[in-house]
């Protein structure tokens, strides 16, 4: 009888010394972790794996699909919207990053940056169009002051002479060519292989680049 009262008091004991009341389930970080930290989750969503959602000391971490809500402790979507940005499939319980690739930016910056490419490409229109245009400007008025001339001098010209006004012409319209491209459209081209190499512009849909450069 009294072994057996000794033997209860110091089960007692030992459950108040390790923090754990009698009848109580012991929980550790571990244990919590594999229970998929559901309390977590946005709502809607009913499998994430950690390395998406964590919550050690019951406390929500959240990273690339999701940000962290401190106030409510739970995890959201990131803004601007998950089709944006980021998009988890709960299928694949993978995060798909919908972000524009910055290397391809840049390349395109690099290569067709007077049509604007690098802009469209990422969803800046508005900016791509204002490069095409430009580009497209500079054809148009190096034609009119440089050919129109040259045709009207060709129309009072002997046959013999024509071609030389021809290739006169030509030369012209190369020189105005280099001149206006070396001045205007080079400018921009510099700006954008600095701005799209340093990732300082959002994509269209106020996501940012994906860093891969």
């Not at 803004?79 to 524009?100: F, M």
């Not at 497209?136 to 190096?142: E, T």
């Not at 700006?191 to 940012?208: L, M, Q, S």
Request: proline share 5%; charged share 10%; with cysteine.
């Amino acid at each position: 009888m009294h072994s057996s009262l000794l033997l209860a008091i110091s089960f007692f004991s030992l459950s108040l010394v390790a923090g754990t009341p009698l009848g109580s389930e012991s929980i550790d970080i571990q244990t919590r972790q594999s229970r998929n930290c559901s309390f977590c989750f946005p709502p809607g969503v009913t499998t994430v794996p950690t390395s998406l959602i964590d919550c050690p000391n019951d406390r929500c971490a959240c990273t690339e699909c999701f940000s962290v809500n401190t106030t409510a402790n739970v995890c959201e979507y990131t803004v601007p919207s998950p089709s944006d940005c980021y998009y988890y499939n709960e299928a694949t319980l993978q995060c798909i990053d919908n972000r524009k690739s910055q290397v391809t930016a840049f390349a395109l910056s690099l290569t067709l940056s007077g049509f604007g490419v690098a802009n469209f490409y990422i969803g800046q229109n508005g900016l791509g169009a204002g490069q095409l245009v430009l580009f497209l400007s500079i054809f148009v008025i190096v034609y009119i002051i440089a050919c129109t001339p040259c045709c009207a001098i060709c129309c009072f010209q002997a046959e013999n002479i024509k071609g030389s006004i021809v290739f006169i012409c030509f030369m012209l319209v190369m020189i105005l060519l280099i001149i206006a491209i070396s001045f205007g459209i080079t400018g921009w081209w510099i700006a954008d292989a600095v701005i799209f190499g340093t990732n300082k512009r959002d994509a269209g849909d106020g996501c940012p680049l994906k860093p891969d450069l």
